[in-house]
């Protein structure tokens, strides 16, 4: 410590020094050169060179970011620190060391009303009309001024009544501080550049201001400006704002024009909330990139706008385009016409590009490394393209992009912990795009060596290592093989409804999956053991297809819950066929036409005693019983009529249809026995002998006994206690019609 307080000269120049809030004490410095560093508040920094250095004679801060404003900054300096001989390499002369003090003193401001006005004569207008229409770009005060346009026409030699005045121009005045505004309560136009203002105060009683230019001046915030109600125009260039935030701009309801250009902006908020706004300067700032536009992209009435110098216009591939796609109603920007072309052509080239910066846009003030869940749905999105940095991603589980125009899933790739994907309503024939030509033609003829080729890929790189859950509904798939399986590893559910799927090929190797649902595609078989390779599927639906057989169910031994509806299934042979799925606890075959013949449900409750619901209607302890006894009870009447039956074989046709009238009351009919229905009910040699229309066997009544499965009231077992009535008289009929030929 003692050293340093005996330095006398320090450099450091050409480094990247952005603050001097950590300078220590140098009591004995003299000289202090820190040229061409990243010095950006000057106020703040110049304090502490004052507070650090008290005996320095020479300083030197040329070349950094505020060197745009070296005659204001100059005057500060020199008022600040009145001991310097020179600044910036330059003798530092009486005439400057005067007005820095004077300055610092406030003693150039607007004069009191007690000294009568007479300082401020120059620079006042007092006339109630409108301003005036000219062509100067200029600040309304100044031209009211320069035009001499006063109450009586001319200058007025007696004191100025200050409630009077509506226009003032005080330019280049030195001014740091603003005193004594609090009478102009008529002001609407007001002129303060080239001052030394480092604060916006004082104009508080100036509700009617309706123009108001603080360009280059020392302003650091913006202070009080929400008080400015009745503001249109507001001009602070040239300054030193770092934010806009906490300003209460966006109290300001009629502004038209802001201009906040040559400032230390690095993001636009809040003035996305500034509504009316009709022309937005803000050039030569440090907006880091164009997404910071984004935040003002739903400002309606604004038309005229300037970004440039800042530093993604320099950057930015193709910033031009870029901002003409985003705000397509502006009639210029960065001082340039915007053609009717410019706007067509960005158009043409953005319109359905998911980039970064479309991103951002959406997203608004949320950074994407917080981010969770994207919801885009139904932007119109054609291609993705968010370059190789996945770590930008990393904390995304869940997007959704449904009902947009994507083909391909590799612009999505950048995503390497996604969980859940929703591709619904889009445009895929592929998962990587368009498939092999020919291959789809090929495959929409029902070719499973098309099949095969779409499932053959030189490149098994898995996509999604993570993706638990895949929507692909509703696009146009011909095939699962294009789907690609091997790329989604941890895939636990897979919906594929509403395609154009016409064939269900087997895996060529296993998957995770434990929900598969392909309602509403154009299946019309599946091939043997189809799903094989899903051993962990859990719930399977293939509702609203073509399927007229079931197979290629083998191996879903975990299978548990199978929707079946709407299809072509006839036979009740074909539900027999799901014995082979051991776990199933719900089937629904509603909507085909098995589902209308009445034993299809005691059917399945008979040969699956796991299952619980049958198309949507549980099954119950007392309906399983029912059955049971119904079956028990039929087998035993077929196995009577068998016995009684046997010794007739010799007889002629006539003996059997006598007999069969005697013991049902008319003959059989081909195809009206019940059991006929169902040959896998009993082994294969009986059910077989049943199954004949020859049997002479007389059929029973089938309406009384089929009503409670009808119904569904299968615990009605006085009709059941009826039948075996039925049953016992017709024997009692039938052995007394042949007696003398059995005995």
């Known amino acids: 410590t003692g050293s340093m307080e005996l330095l006398q000269e320090l450099h450091m120049d050409y480094n990247c020094l952005s603050n001097l809030k950590s300078m220590p004490m140098l009591a004995g410095l003299q000289v202090l050169s820190l040229k061409a560093n990243s010095l950006v508040g000057w106020r703040e920094n110049v304090a502490q060179v004052r507070r650090s250095c008290p005996s320095l004679r020479h300083l030197d801060l040329r070349l950094n970011p505020w060197q745009n404003r070296k005659d204001t900054l100059r005057l500060w300096v020199v008022g600040t620190m009145p001991n310097l001989l020179s600044f910036d390499s330059t003798v530092v002369d009486e005439s400057e060391r005067e007005s820095g003090a004077a300055m610092m003193n406030n003693q150039q401001v607007l004069a009191s009303q007690h000294s009568g006005g007479y300082a401020v004569l120059p620079h006042v207008c007092t006339m109630d009309a409108k301003a005036p229409q000219s062509l100067d770009m200029g600040s309304t005060a100044a031209t009211l001024v320069q035009h001499k346009i006063y109450t009586n026409g001319h200058l007025a030699n007696a004191s100025i009544d200050m409630k009077k005045v509506t226009a003032l121009c005080l330019e280049k005045q030195s001014i740091a501080r603003l005193t004594h505004f609090s009478h102009l309560v008529n002001l609407k136009w007001l002129t303060l550049s080239g ?75 809040p003035v996305e909330r500034v509504t009316s706004l009709v022309e937005l300067y803000a050039g030569n700032n440090l907006l880091p990139s164009i997404r910071c536009l984004f935040l003002v992209k739903n400002l309606k009435d604004l038309k005229n706008a300037d970004f440039l110098g800042n530093p993604f216009s320099a950057t930015h591939y193709d910033y031009r385009q870029t901002t003409l796609f985003h705000f397509n109603k502006l009639h210029s920007l960065d001082g340039l016409v915007v053609e009717a072309s410019e706007v067509a052509a960005a158009k043409e080239k953005y319109e359905g590009w998911l980039n970064l910066d479309y991103l951002a846009d959406f997203v608004s003030c949320t950074p994407l490394e917080n981010l969770t869940e994207l919801d885009l749905p139904g932007c119109g999105i054609k291609q993705i393209d968010l370059g190789d940095d996945s770590s930008a991603f990393s904390t995304i589980r869940s997007i959704n992009l449904q009902n947009n125009q994507l083909t391909s899933v590799k612009g999505l790739m950048v995503f390497t912990n996604l969980k859940v994907l929703c591709l619904t309503k889009n445009s895929f024939e592929h998962i990587l795009g368009k498939p092999v030509p020919g291959v789809v033609s090929r495959l929409r003829a029902g070719s499973n060596t098309a099949a095969a080729e779409a499932q053959d890929s030189a490149d098994r790189t898995p996509l999604f290592t993570g993706l638990e859950v895949l929507h692909l509904a509703n696009n ?268």
């Open 195 to 269: 001052n030394c203002l480092v604060r916006l105060e004082g104009l508080q009683k100036c509700t009617k201001l309706e123009e108001l230019i603080i360009d280059d001046n020392c302003l650091e915030q913006l202070d009080g400006v929400g008080s400015l109600v009745n503001l249109q125009r507001l001009s602070v260039s040239n300054n030193f704002i770092a934010s806009l935030n906490g300003t209460d701009i966006d109290k300001l309801r009629k502004l038209q024009i802001l201009s906040v250009a040559s400032n230390y902006l690095s993001t636009l908020s």
């Open 476 to 743: 146009y798939l011909v095939s699962m093989a294009y789907v690609q399986l091997w790329r989604f590893p941890s895939l636990l559910a897979l919906y594929l409804q509403g395609n154009a799927i016409q064939h269900v090929d087997r895996p060529t190797e296993n998957s995770k999956l434990r929900e598969l649902v392909l309602d509403g595609n154009k299946i019309r078989d599946l091939e043997l053991r189809a799903f094989s390779g899903h051993t962990d599927l859990r719930l399977l639906h293939i509702e609203q297809n073509r399927l007229r057989v079931l197979s290629g169910f083998e191996g879903l031994n975990n299978l548990e819950r199978l929707y079946l509806g709407g299809n072509l299934i006839k036979e009740l042979v074909e539900v027999e066929k799901l014995v082979i799925l051991p776990e199933l606890k719900e089937v629904s075959l509603l909507n085909n036409p098995v589902s209308r013949q009445p034993l299809h449900r005691p059917l399945l409750i008979l040969r699956q005693s796991q299952l619980a619901v049958i198309d949507g209607q549980p099954v119950t302890v007392e309906e399983r019983q029912g059955v049971v006894q119904y079956f028990i009870e039929r087998q035993h009447r077929i196995d009577t009529a068998v016995t009684s039956t046997l010794p007739t074989f010799a007889a002629d046709n006539r003996m059997h249809a006598h007999q069969a009238h005697t013991a049902g009351g008319r003959a059989a009919q081909p195809g009206s026995s019940l059991s006929s229905g169902l040959p896998s009910i009993y082994p294969n040699s009986e059910s077989h002998w049943l199954g004949s229309t020859n049997h002479g066997v007389a059929p029973q009544p089938a309406n009384p006994r089929l009503q409670p499965f009808q119904t569904g009231n299968v615990g009605q077992h006085h009709l059941h206690r009826d039948n075996v009535q039925r049953g016992r008289s017709n024997r009692h009929h039938q052995g007394g019609g042949g007696g003398g030929g059995h005995h």
